[in-house]
């Protein structure tokens, strides 16, 4: 079964792009054992970047369906993680068996309202901000899981990590989301290389036609919802042991969900390399920012916000497509794993 799997990923995929791949890996790899750690706090925030950009790509970029409101699955995962961890003892591997699924359910419960009822676009956009919303008022009043007081982790000091229940030093972390990352990538990599892979592009390129020609879009639509919740979970499984403290306002806030779109947008909606790559870009050039505000001894509140929203409005007139398909095309690996 590894073999077969093995073929999927590297059919068709030029060497170079096999060359390319094994440098990207080796250096995230070797980059904790070479920076501070203050870089590589970076780096940890601009692989989870990637990690939900890949999951939003799924919806959005796959199968065409924008969604605004991802926030409400990594939400979902982070509380229901952290209340079975901090109430039961339940590790947070385990408790992912439990976040998927309501992640999943509340994807299915967005999506069928939505796709039986014909909410498309940025109706389906504004309806998935809606749930968000929701959800962040509703936790906010949820006397379980301290509702606005927040959900804190108990934090002890290790004398080694404990990779089973996601206690330790930022490095075992940094792996953690980098293996993470590898595998989000490899199964969008598997999804766009199945038969559901190629009806998702069916639907967003003409959902009509796919229609007509005997695909049954609502249940594909579906999947693409439900699949990407479920991963986007793992994102706040993640978060919620990384910063061991939870509020409704700061999980659920919208800017949360449109953090994980600007990675894909940036790079390449509907490519595999572009969330990534964006992802980086967008988080070492604020990174920059902030470094060169602090130096010049500058403090501006929402510096950050405008600044990712000129970089949005830059690609959008430069680089219609984002970052990375050109790049692709520059560097000839357009085709197979782009």
Wanted: charged letters at 10%; proline letters at 4%; a neutral charge.
């Amino acid at each position: 079964m590894t073999a077969s799997v093995i073929a999927r990923l590297s059919e068709d995929v030029p060497h170079r792009t096999i060359i390319l791949l094994g440098i990207v890996l080796a250096a995230l790899l070797i980059a904790p054992w070479v920076v501070n750690d203050y870089l590589l706090t970076v780096l940890i925030v601009a692989l989870y970047s990637a990690y939900t950009g890949q999951a939003w790509n799924i919806m959005m970029g796959f199968a065409g369906q924008l969604s605004l409101g991802n926030a409400l699955y990594a939400g979902v995962g982070a509380y229901v993680a952290a209340f079975l961890f901090t109430k039961f003892g339940i590790g947070p591997w385990i408790g992912f068996l439990a976040c998927a699924p309501a992640a999943a359910a509340c994807g299915a419960i967005i999506g069928f309202l939505a796709f039986r009822f014909g909410v498309a676009g940025v109706y389906f956009a504004i309806l998935t901000i809606a749930f968000a919303e929701f959800a962040r008022i509703g936790f906010d009043h949820l006397a379980i899981v301290n509702a606005s007081a927040g959900l804190f982790l108990p934090v002890q000091q290790y004398a080694h990590n404990d990779l089973w229940r996601l206690r330790g030093n930022p490095m075992m972390f940094y792996y953690v989301i980098l293996v993470a990352t590898v595998l989000a990538f490899i199964l969008c990599r598997l999804l766009l290389r199945s038969r559901i892979g190629y009806f998702w592009l069916a639907i967003r390129e003409d959902e009509q036609a796919a229609r007509a020609a005997g695909i049954d879009t609502f249940r594909y639509k579906m999947y693409a919802v439900m699949i990407s919740a479920a991963v986007t979970s793992f994102a706040g499984v993640f978060y919620a042991f990384f910063y061991n403290n939870l509020f409704p306002e700061q999980v659920f806030n919208i800017g949360r969900s449109i953090e994980m779109v600007l990675g894909p947008v940036i790079g390449g909606v509907g490519t595999l390399f572009g969330p990534i790559l964006g992802a980086f870009v967008l988080n070492g050039l604020a990174e920059t920012l902030n470094s060169a505000m602090s130096a010049a001894g500058l403090d501006l509140p929402g510096a950050k916000e405008v600044f990712y929203g000129l970089c949005l409005l830059l690609v959008i007139l430069a680089l219609p497509e984002g970052v990375w398909p050109p790049l692709a095309r520059r560097l000839g690996i357009d085709k197979g794993m782009r």
